[in-house]
């Protein structure tokens, strides 16, 4: 049963990354940050890791003088989340 769980969204912080892309198209940064009570250093690995895998977009631009970074979800990301939030109520219903 655990084999379907993805070992990406294993993480607390992953899992709210994820969690607040799927039901968002675009995220700021600072949102995030807010949102996970996490810090910088750790919520940029954590963006890091799923963007390297192709789970999130990343866009930079400047809003004025001040830059923003926004993030999203992409397609394959919302597909393998939604299929390890599947696998996690399998579990769950299992053991009841």
Sequence with gaps: ???????????????????????NEWVEFKALKDLLKVTDGNLASHLSALEKKQLIDVKKEFVGKK???????????????????????ALINKEK
């Design 1 to 23: 049963m655990i084999e379907n769980l993805n070992k990406v969204f294993e993480s607390r912080v992953r899992l709210g990354i994820m969690s607040i892309l799927m039901v």
């Design 67 to 89: 830059p923003r970074t926004t993030y999203n979800a992409t397609t394959e990301g919302k597909t393998l989340f939604n299929k390890h939030l599947t696998a996690l109520e």
